[in-house]
């Protein structure tokens, strides 16, 4: 089992910035890749960054030049740094992790869901 905490959202304004951790326990060493993805209203979630083991990264179009991924391996913690924050980024973020179990079977964790909240 893998079990996600997150943290770092809260209220911001406009420009203003926040970092969100996620850091990941138990059978960590089969996590892959890991992400954060945010709930949009009356949608699915949507993939906001996520970045494999090795380093290779992908954003959503409208966070590229704001937002960056990074990860930590040795804390099995994900971090999404969020700059020059928008009103419409406000949502609930949520960080995601791929477990292998098999090289046909992947199981996939979800955190609790941090609150991100940014004024005009």
């Known amino acids: 089992q893998v079990q996600l905490v997150e943290s770092g959202g809260g209220l911001v304004q406009a420009g203003g910035s926040l970092r969100l951790s996620c850091t990941a326990s138990?059978?960590?060493?089969?996590?892959?890749?890991m992400g954060w993805y945010r709930q949009l209203p009356g949608k699915q979630r949507e993939l906001v960054a996520v970045i494999t083991r090795d380093g290779t990264t992908n954003y959503a179009d409208s966070v590229k030049g704001r937002f960056t991924i990074s990860r930590d391996n040795a804390k099995n913690t994900v971090y999404l740094q969020m700059n020059s924050l928008k009103p419409e980024d406000t949502d609930v973020y949520y960080c995601n992790a791929d477990s292998v179990i098999t090289t046909d079977v992947v199981q996939i964790y979800w955190g609790q869901g941090t609150r991100v909240t940014v004024s005009s």
């Open positions: 138990g059978s960590i060493f089969s996590i892959n890749a």
